[in-house]
């Protein structure tokens, strides 16, 4: 959709808060916590936020961007170029990290990553529920959303290293993990890859299904072993060879089938599939163990197949 950024504020070191509204002054709808946008940016990037706004404000979404040093240009392009009066163009929302019910919460944030956090935190707050959330910066001045979370008191611990030396993530979540009090937890963590795997490594001994995780950027897969596969696809009537070094995605494209991507990095979801017969071998950072596990959708752009045949649903 056709949008415009109608305001632009600084909400923390080197992050800034972007708003956005439709250009022809209609709803933007409805999202959850959790969601996020592609924001097809100045130049021809497109890259995914997570709306870190009020669910309940249809008219106007926002979402709120990291000036990463080394990046791949979409944070350099929105802190440069995202003014007010910018038009941009939208789509989404899409919610690969939805809130789930649960007897209680914890959300894990590291810098940037409490964007989608911010929401889940908030809409926990309003219900019985009880939550805690640990969030990690290198200083205070690098914690966005800050002073949007103070109301909250001691369900929020704010934990910036400049002031209290390198936080020993298991330490901090002894009494407030999975295995601390009864009740079916929930455990969300967003934010840079070493915190991500500290959580995941505690996550070893807890039921299945309590981590959920959300990546910026793609884990690295082995593609050594990777050999041509077969994928038909069902409902175009085509049956092709994939071999390797090309993803699925490429190959239905250069078929000329059209399907939606964005990402192309198995982070965003967009280019998720239904799996009609075969076993997928996953590779995205997407889906939680549940899914990969049913085996019935997959991620194309990154994905291959353990079975040396795939019937996909495009």
Known sequence: ?????????????????????????????????????????????????????????????????????????????????????????LEGPRNTFPLVAADRYVFVAGGIGITPIVTMVESAARGPVPWHLLYLARDRDAMA??????????????????????????????????????????????????????????????????????RFSAVAADTSGDSTLEVQLKRSGLTLEVPAGCSILEAVERAGVAVLSSCREGTCGTCETDVLDGVPEHRDSVLDEEAREAGDIMMICVSRSRSPRLVLDI
Do not use: F, K
């Not at 109301?151 to 934990?159: F, I, N, Q, R």
């Not at 929930?186 to 070493?194: L, N, R, T």
């Not at 299945?208 to 959300?214: A, M, N, R, S, W």
């Open 1 to 89: 959709m056709d949008a415009v950024v109608s305001g632009r504020r600084q909400i923390a070191t080197r992050t800034v808060e972007i708003a956005l509204e439709r250009r022809d002054g209609r709803e933007l709808g409805a999202w959850e916590p959790g969601s996020h946008v592609d924001l097809h940016l100045p130049g021809g990037l497109v890259r995914q936020y997570s709306l870190c706004g009020d669910p309940a404000d249809t008219g106007r979404w926002t979402v709120a961007v990291l000036d990463v040093a080394g990046g791949r240009g979409g944070s350099r392009a929105v802190h440069e170029r995202l003014v007010p009066g910018t038009a941009v163009t």
């Open 145 to 214: 959303y800050a002073d949007r979370l103070a109301p909250h008191g001691d369900a929020v611990t704010l934990w910036s290293d400049a002031e209290r030396g390198i936080c020993n993530v298991a330490a901090a979540l002894a009494d407030r993990g999975p295995g601390s009090t009864g009740g079916r937890a929930a455990v969300y963590c967003c934010g840079p890859e070493p915190l991500l795997g500290a959580v995941e490594r505690l996550a070893a001994g807890w039921p299945p299904g309590t981590l959920h995780v959300e």
